[in-house]
């Protein structure tokens, strides 16, 4: 069965800085899309940080642009979210996704995690 695995989340000072990690097993097709969204409460689920495979090209949201970076493992299907200079408006449950996403833009497969709190307060 597909599972996707997140960790890393806790609590952490403002400027401080936290690694999130995200485990996919169980596909039976490669995944080409991987990203990281989150969701405060009253608040959207809204993405954060997107990267493709092959070729690893990433995007990401304004607010964290400069300060968050995402990286993968393809052979892990592993996808990782270095988290620096942590401001409280980055609190919220991060949830991992992931897709394969076809040529004509059709989403083959998507599947998400059951997220991980990240609290940045002092």
């Known amino acids: 069965q597909v599972q996707l695995v997140e960790s890393g989340g806790g609590l952490v000072q403002p400027g401080g800085s936290l690694r999130l990690s995200c485990a996919a097993s169980?596909?039976?097709?490669?995944?080409?899309?991987m990203s990281w969204h989150r969701q405060a409460p009253g608040k959207e689920r809204e993405l954060v940080a997107h990267?493709?495979?092959?070729?690893?090209?990433?995007n990401y949201a304004d607010s964290v642009k400069g300060r968050f970076t995402i990286s993968r493992d393809n052979a892990k299907n592993t996808v990782f979210l270095q988290m620096n200079s942590l401001k409280p408006e980055d609190t919220g449950v991060y949830y991992c996704?992931?897709?394969?996403?076809?040529?004509?833009?059709?989403?083959?497969?998507?599947?998400w995690g059951q997220g991980t709190q990240v609290t940045v307060s002092s």
């Open positions: 996704n992931v897709r394969r996403v076809l040529s004509n833009g059709v989403v083959f497969t998507d599947y």
């Open positions: 169980g596909f039976t097709a490669s995944i080409n899309s």
């Open positions: 990267i493709r495979s092959p070729g690893g090209s990433t």
